[in-house]
């Protein structure tokens, strides 16, 4: 474990119950680094990354790695879940597939955003979209990543990510940065200085040690997560159907196909909730008029 991490576990309650293993999901619209971001929190290049207007990432998927200080770490890459091109019903499909990607529950989301780009209405819109989509609590578990540090060049990259979001940052960023009680962090993923790399994945490792302080190390989850689990229950069940004794063929055959109706029927249920959540999210992006 490196001194820096050290420093940083002071923001760890002796009450909070920590979590071995993490789930960590990166969102934010496409082009923004979230693959680069998620390779560097592994360490190693777990997920297909390259820059380009078009998403790389074409369904979250989640890579697992084990952390300096020990701990797994699960970090779910996602497409553009907020980009208002994206047909609605693929984007419903993602976010359950996001969900049940961590259904144990959320350690910290991440707003990735990039530096070097205007901050967008679409951007400021999918941050109030995680609100809508996962409730006002989501804010407690959000950390806003800044990709784009290549562009800069000083050693005291929070200390210069502080005067830009002080003095040129736009009013609906401050307001994100706040509304997230200050979490940000600055990230190159570039630079193949491996101080660099340490220093700044420990950075960020610190502000989820603050989220898991400051919410008792749970977890986020809700009702869809809820459902998440149950889906996972059952297809756990369905599984385990074929090595129960005293089944005859008919009806094991019957109560597969039961429990898959269920289980299909439960995903239904969860693309409603989310379709519906994105709904109100739509109308912060294309209010009437």
Do not use: W
Request: proline share 4%.
């Amino acid at each position: 474990m490196s001194s820096f991490y050290l420093t940083l576990s002071p923001y760890i309650s002796m009450e909070a119950q920590l979590p071995s293993e993490l789930n960590l999901v990166l969102i934010g619209r496409t082009g923004n680094g979230k693959s680069a971001t998620g390779n560097s929190i592994l360490g190693n290049k777990r997920l297909h990354s390259k820059r380009c207007a078009r998403s790389v990432t074409e369904t979250s998927e989640r890579r697992s790695g084990t952390l300096p200080d020990g701990r797994a770490v699960n970090v779910i890459d996602t497409p553009g879940l907020f980009d208002p091109e994206l047909p609605e019903n693929y984007i419903a499909e993602e976010i359950v597939r996001c969900i049940e990607l961590a259904k144990e529950g959320l350690h910290a989301v991440h707003l990735v955003l990039s530096i070097t780009h205007r901050f967008t209405p679409e951007e400021f819109a999918a941050a109030e979209g995680l609100k809508r989509l996962f409730g006002p609590d989501i804010v407690d578990y959000t950390i806003v990543l800044f990709t784009g540090g290549d562009a800069n060049h000083d050693d005291e990259e929070n200390l210069d990510l502080d005067n830009y979001i002080r003095h040129e940052a736009p009013q609906g960023l401050k307001d994100l940065v706040r509304a997230c009680h200050g979490r940000k962090v600055l990230f190159d993923n570039k630079t193949k200085d491996q101080e660099r790399k340490t220093r700044q994945v420990s950075l960020l490792l610190g502000l989820v040690d603050q989220v898991l302080a400051s919410n008792g190390g749970r977890p986020f989850t809700n009702e869809l997560f809820e459902e998440a689990m149950e889906r996972a229950r059952k297809r756990s069940q369905r599984e385990k159907l074929s090595i129960v004794p005293g089944l005859d063929r008919n009806e094991l055959i019957r109560l597969k196909e039961e429990m898959e109706r269920s289980y299909q029927e439960q995903h239904r249920t969860m693309l409603s909730m989310v379709e519906q959540m994105r709904t109100q999210y739509e109308s912060l992006l294309y209010p009437v008029r």
